[in-house]
């Protein structure tokens, strides 16, 4: 999520159940935050106790084969709800198909047998994707307020297992029990380890404690992004010091020279030359990055800026996202320490599996001089990214034949009225 938040703070660790508010005291967003957090992960651990790792209600999600024997054309979709994890995917579209959803997927394979299976990830929506979450009342300069998290899939078919590189087996039994680890083997390896280094010697004083590591003059959240997938040896990631909220909607076309609706709130969030961007578009959330582009030129009074290369992006409401590292994204490099700024260093684990998209959020605090991070003993401690968390579950096994054998699990209502009415 790349919303202008304080921190993130809920742990479910932690087993708390609500946030109450207290008379006469500070409001932050990470209380109203995690409050909804704690809503969400109940309801959603609940769903997954009742109905299992996924299920729904009729012909939700239920794949037709559309073509002719041995040549698949296209897939139906049937409408409902399903529920993955205890995650809610609603297909409110009539007639959807694979071609025709709504995230379109990859091209259906060729080979035969094949997997058709669900996907269902959470994305932050502001007010740059979605017009109508700005209160106009408030002006064209004026902040923008609330940001929205939207429950997204995408319905995918693959001769090979998913994460993995072995051929789909031709029995429903065999894929069902297998299942489990295929989705296991899905989720990132990867892990990070961050810290704040202590002040070099001779450095000026300063008003915070001597003791002190992190020398920002501001409260930040860092993020850390893996930009390209891959391996340590093919992996790269970006860095923002504003969780990567600081966006400019930029004109459908794209191109390399772009003249932007506003250069940002302030001297701080604005873009200057030297500043990296990242085109985002509506391809973004399934098919991987777009290269970082570097801003060579801004006119102020133009609103203009010149880039290293075209912005090429799709949909209706594109932007440039800025980074803070000076240069394209960086090289991961495992069990070595990387610095970022002001102090703020990440240390990535040995043999780890890096998938784009996945992200680490890391609060800077200049009351601490430190930043906020788990130890192991005297270490600080390797952890798994916060996102993206994606939830899988099988749909269909398209035979040779070109029908299609159904893989879901379906759920009845424990009440339902007799065809002749009165009470069940």
């Excluded at 295929?182 to 380890?193: I, K, L």
């Excluded at 609103?303 to 440039?320: F, K, N």
């Excluded at 040779?400 to 424990?414: C, F, H, M, N, Q």
Aim: net charge negative; charged share 25%; with cysteine.
């Amino acid at each position: 999520m790349h919303g202008d938040f304080s921190r993130l703070t809920f742990d479910p660790a932690h087993h708390y159940s609500a946030v109450l508010l207290q008379q006469g005291r500070v409001q932050l967003d990470a209380d109203a935050n995690e409050q909804s957090v704690l809503v969400n992960h109940f309801l959603r651990h609940l769903a997954a106790d009742l109905i299992g790792p996924y299920g729904g209600v009729g012909d939700a999600f239920k794949i037709a084969h559309l073509g002719r024997p041995g040549a698949t054309k296209d897939l139906q979709i049937g409408a409902g709800r399903y529920y993955v994890d205890g995650v809610p995917a609603d297909n409110d579209r009539a007639g959807a198909t694979y071609r025709k959803q709504a995230e379109p997927g990859p091209a259906l394979p060729k080979k035969y047998p094949f997997l058709v299976y669900l996907r269902v990830h959470e994305r932050l929506v502001t007010h740059v994707e979605d017009r109508s979450l700005r209160e106009v009342a408030l002006g064209d300069n004026a902040p923008d307020t609330a940001v929205r998290l939207q429950l997204v899939w995408q319905v995918l078919a693959a001769d090979t297992i998913p994460g993995g590189a072995g051929p789909i087996p031709g029995s429903v039994d065999e894929i069902l029990a297998k299942w489990p680890d295929w989705q296991a083997g899905w989720r990132p390896t990867a892990r990070m380890a961050a810290d704040a280094l202590g002040p070099a010697r001779g450095q000026e004083p300063c008003p915070v404690a001597p003791e002190s590591r992190y020398r920002g003059v501001e409260n930040q959240l860092y993020r850390v992004e893996i930009h390209q997938e891959g391996t340590a040896d093919e992996a790269t990631y970006s860095w923002s010091r504003d969780n990567g909220s600081v966006v400019f909607p930029i004109p459908p076309q794209g191109g390399t020279r772009i003249v932007l609706k506003g250069l940002g709130r302030d001297d701080i969030h604005t873009l200057t030359p030297g500043d990296w961007v990242e085109p985002v578009d509506a391809s973004r959330l399934w098919s991987g990055p777009h290269d970082l582009l570097e801003v060579l030129k801004v006119s102020v009074p133009d609103r203009e800026i010149e880039l290293s290369g075209p912005a090429e992006v799709t949909g209706d409401h594109p932007y440039l996202r800025r980074w803070d590292q000076r240069g394209p994204a960086r090289p991961v490099a495992e069990g070595t320490w990387l610095p970022l700024e002001d102090g703020v260093q990440i240390r990535f684990a040995p043999g780890g599996r890096y998938r784009s998209g996945d992200y680490w959020l890391v609060p800077a605090r200049t009351a601490t001089g430190d930043v906020e991070w788990q130890r192991d003993g005297e270490e600080r401690a390797y952890r798994a990214p916060d996102g993206i968390d994606d939830h899988l579950a099988p749909l269909a096994l398209i035979k040779a034949d070109g029908t299609a054998e159904d893989l879901r699990s379906v759920i009845k209502p424990s009440a339902e009225r007799p065809p002749g009415g009165g009470r069940p």
